[in-house]
């Protein structure tokens, strides 16, 4: 019989006691490092990636605990802070982490355009844009792939390389739908303060004869760098298809109770008959001072409310939209008519002889 003396237990239970406390004081080391990696990768507006097979697999043990999340293969984040993150921002980060984790790649198209700080609706999000002539790794929406010597030369936008910032806007223009590529081209315009002709002239001289060259042209003879926002420009892009006529953008009123204060409207119409119309897209909070200060904190909904009755004071008819009305276009286009702004068949039917080509 195998004779097992007390000292000998003592010393194996402080050895498996030291190993273990060994054990967690390393895992909690690790796990300290890698959220704090996640933390500073976050601060610099991007997703955590790591060629590190360690790292890797310690990430992956922790997807779905301690607040982690893998949005693409090989590339981590908060899954709090994915939550909170709009959908431009979600495609911001994921092409800056797959540009850390591939140093080779480049972005052309609508990634591009969101590194260069573009008007990319929402809709238009989802494959990758890869200058490269293989993707080696899956992609959650897949890839669209440009070979190198198709790309020109590239730029590098926040560490991440692209295609220049007018091949861009081209590369855009030449597949966006009439609504998106406004907003693409409206901001091109305010960016580089330049005019839609000298766009236009831009396609003229870079585009001729490829696929979507007249459509594009058509989008840009619509460009108007006046409008702020991806909003803006898909409201303008109704009026323009559906026969209304194009309002003035960013029209200055005093407001009529303190002669300090500006309004800045985002549509003006003038109407044959002698009346006006001031347009307003909601939830954008542009009530302003005329020196630039700040309001403070007001409740968005009790500023538009104040704001639209400052308006009305002016004398003008105030019409309100909401970005959910571009899903219903024949009630917006009622609302539009029932407010005194005639729809013309002659104009609708020029904009589709321009843009469909017949």
């Not at 559906?242 to 002669?259: A, I, T």
Request: hydrophobic share 40%; net charge neutral; glycine share 8%.
């Amino acid at each position: 019989m195998t004779m097992v003396h007390l000292s000998d237990v003592v010393v194996t239970k402080v050895s498996n006691t030291v190993l273990k406390h060994k054990h967690a004081t390393r895992n909690t080391l690790a796990r300290n490092r890698m959220l704090a990696r996640l933390t500073e990768t976050a601060k610099q507006g991007a997703l955590l990636a790591t060629h590190d097979n360690t790292e890797l697999m310690w990430l992956r043990r922790h997807v779905g605990t301690d607040d982690i999340a893998e949005p693409e293969p090989y590339l981590f984040c908060f899954q709090h802070d994915w939550d909170a993150l709009t959908p431009a921002e979600r495609a911001l980060r994921t092409i800056k982490g797959l540009a850390e984790f591939h140093p080779d790649w480049a972005f052309w198209g609508y990634d591009a355009a969101l590194l260069w700080g573009l008007e990319v609706p929402n809709d238009l999000l989802g494959p990758r844009f890869l200058v490269k002539t293989g993707c080696s790794v899956t992609l959650s929406g897949g890839c669209r792939l440009l070979r190198p010597q198709m790309a020109g030369v590239l730029e590098r936008v926040d560490g991440v390389r692209v295609t220049s910032f007018w091949r861009t806007v081209e590369d855009c223009l030449l597949r966006a739908p009439f609504s998106y590529g406004l907003a693409i081209a409206d901001s091109a315009l305010r960016a580089k303060g330049v005019s839609r002709w000298d766009l236009c002239e831009r396609l003229r001289a870079d585009c001729e004869g490829r696929r979507g060259c007249c459509r594009a042209q058509v989008i840009a003879s619509y460009a108007d760098g006046l409008s702020e926002n991806g909003g803006e420009s898909r409201f303008r892009a109704f009026f323009i298809a559906y026969g209304f006529p194009v309002p003035e953008l960013q029209v200055e009123f005093r407001d009529p109770l303190d002669s300090s204060q500006v309004f800045r409207v985002d549509y003006f119409w003038r109407l044959e008959n002698g009346t006006c119309v001031i347009g307003e897209l909601d939830g954008k909070g542009k009530y302003t001072l005329q020196d630039g200060g700040d309001r403070g904190s007001v409740d968005p909904f009790v500023a538009e409310r104040q704001r639209e009755s400052h308006l009305t004071m002016l004398g003008h008819k105030v019409l309100r939209f909401t970005f959910d009305e571009l899903k219903n276009p024949g009630k917006l286009a009622e609302k539009m008519r029932l407010a005194g702004i005639q729809q013309r068949a002659d104009l609708a039917e020029e904009w589709r002889r321009q843009w469909y080509g017949r």
